[in-house]
């Protein structure tokens, strides 16, 4: 008899409110700004890498404005194929969906002070999120002090110092690892079929 697989939090949501990100320009459900940012930023940096070494190549037979050029056109296109990839990345990440979760569930976490409130550590959850996605190949721990440097930037209005954040930061990271891999799962084919 086969057994009924637990849904995850990603998929009850989904199934009864859809996919709830709607891209900021056309409206269209299944934004992921996230993954398409930094896919774009990323994309941007190698096509203006790739375009300087064209225009570098076309600016050494021809002088003029050739190379700067091809610096600019091979950035443009650089961010919208890495927007694009990114996107996919990113599709795995949710980021009304993690919200909605940590909202619900921050108050349970036992490093949580009794007066702490989500404006405080939501920041936390999202940048452990967006870090995850940022960098799918690396672990939290050894990504530890670059991620302490940069949490005086992104915690926005948070009222947590790094120590106090570090945990919730973990937190948002490890939930979001633990939903790619239980969608990456439900992908592979079963055994014994």
Known sequence: MAQKKKK????????????????PITGAKG???VGTGLGAAAGGV????????????????????????GAIVGAVAGAIAGGYAGKGVAEQ???????????EHFRDRPYVQAEGTYDDYGPAYRFGWESRA??????????????????EQRRG???LNWSEAREACRDGWAHCLRQ???DDDQLRPSEGI
């Open 46 to 69: 190698t096509g203006a890498a790739a375009g300087a070494a064209a225009g570098a190549a076309i600016g050494a037979s021809t002088t003029g404005p050739a190379a700067p050029a």
């Open 180 to 182: 790619q891999q239980q």
């Open 31 to 33: 934004s992921h700004p």
């Open 157 to 159: 209005s948070s009222k």
């Open 134 to 151: 940022r960098y799918p190949d690396r672990d939290f721990a050894e990504l530890e002090p670059e991620l302490q440097r940069e949490w």
């Open 8 to 23: 995850t939090d990603k998929q009850e949501n989904k199934q009864a409110h859809g996919d709830a990100n709607p891209d």
């Open 93 to 103: 990440i949710n980021p009304t969906v993690e919200e909605q979760y940590w909202r």
